[in-house]
């Protein structure tokens, strides 16, 4: 199942700059008083800093694999289920899609605002700009947060979830369709991803699956499933 290779990478980028700006900035309020403190809280604006920096490239990129993997879950079809397909199924599948990116554009919004906090924060109990972007590159710096392991973690758990449910959309009024679970079986692989793959013959029926399976189809073995179900 493809994943957001690119994510972390492009984060990781955007974030080193804005660090970068943060830093020239502290230099020019330590000086401040309260009040001038204050009047800058108002003025400066981390999320336009990195819409500037290029979150919405980033953004754009990732709803384009989103975009592939809904082409890819056609792909699975043949000719005739492609015609039955629904104005309302469509709809659907965007409006998920949409939810996703949503909640990574919430996420950025978050971590700006968290980052604005910290800084003047730490300016108006009195630190030291050297100080306050310790604190800073420590909590929210590259690899942290937006970058973390834990955030691709979930990033890719909810792709791989959006590429399920689209299969199980796209094959809603195919009742008969049988379904193989494909993808790695190593040292890491889940019991239960093990068990389904050993015990599916020659393909279940979604309803098959969810009655009889280990795992579920939407969610497969769990948190950060890595694999899929394709149609037979």
């Not at 955030?151 to 689209?166: C, K, P």
């Not at 049988?178 to 393909?203: H, I, S, W």
Request: glycine share 6%; aromatic share 8%.
């Amino acid at each position: 199942m493809a994943e957001l290779d690119f994510y972390q990478k492009d984060m990781e980028k955007i974030q080193k700059k804005l660090l970068s700006k943060i830093e020239k900035v502290l230099a020019g309020l330590e000086v401040l008083d309260d009040a001038g403190l204050a009047q800058a809280f108002q003025q400066i604006d981390f999320v336009d800093d990195l819409t500037k920096l290029g979150f919405p490239a980033l953004l754009k990129k990732v709803k384009g694999s989103y975009d592939k993997q809904v082409v890819k879950s056609f792909d699975l079809l043949t000719a005739a289920q492609r015609t039955k397909q629904t104005v309302t199924a469509v709809t659907a599948i965007e409006i998920l899609s949409i939810l996703d990116l949503t909640t990574i554009s919430s996420g950025v919004t978050r971590y700006a605002n968290e980052l604005k906090t910290a800084m003047f924060r730490g300016l108006l109990t009195g630190q030291s700009s050297a100080n306050i972007m310790a604190g800073i590159t420590e909590t929210y710096g590259v690899g942290k947060v937006l970058s973390s392991k834990q955030q691709v973690a979930l990033l890719n758990d909810s792709f791989a979830r959006f590429a399920r449910t689209t299969t199980a959309k796209l094959f809603e009024d195919v009742p008969e369709q049988k379904f193989e679970y494909v993808g790695p079986n190593d040292e890491v692989t889940r019991d239960v991803c093990v068990a389904t793959l050993e015990m599916q013959g020659e393909g279940m029926t979604i309803a098959e699956i969810e009655a009889e399976a280990p795992v579920s189809f939407a969610d497969g073995g769990g948190f950060n499933c890595r694999h899929e179900w394709i149609p037979v």
